[in-house]
């Protein structure tokens, strides 16, 4: 049985179960499998329950602080540069400098041409199951870096 099936089967046996439960609590009177509120509950609200922990998850999963730059760790942590990729490119601190300027504060490039510089960044859990790794793309123009992004 695939992940997806039985993590989906398992959400509805907790979701019937609990169901069950709080029908025979509220309403002692009547046995729950015979109610017909308690069916259409459980049938909406086993799917409702799934996709909400699999959104949580997703959200969980994908979560990871960003850090300031500091380039020993860049140098080191070739694998988790991801992390240091936002203060990079939202802080702006590599635009206008030349390549020469770029490769003293990121190290050598793992690509380059006439107008780009890739740096590898490793793989980033900000996109959920990211099968290809994240680059830092720098454009160069007339020399000088004009444009930074990462590229997934």
Known sequence: MG???LSFLITAVLVFTGLFLLFRK????????????????AIVATPTFYIGFLFFWFLVSS????QE????EWAKNINSRYVYVDDLVDGKMLIGLTGSE???ILGEAD????SILNFYIGYS??????MDPDWLVTD???????????RE
Not at 26 to 35: A, F
């Open 3 to 5: 992940i997806i099936a």
């Open 26 to 41: 509220y309403r002692s009177k009547t046995n729950p499998l015979s109610n017909s509120y308690y069916w259409v509950t």
């Open 63 to 66: 979560y990871y602080e960003t």
């Open 69 to 72: 730059f500091n380039k020993e």
């Open 102 to 104: 770029l490769k003293s």
């Open 111 to 114: 690509y380059e041409d006439d």
């Open 125 to 130: 859990p900000k996109y959920f199951l990211n």
């Open 140 to 150: 160069l123009t007339d020399g000088k870096v004009s444009n930074v992004y990462v």
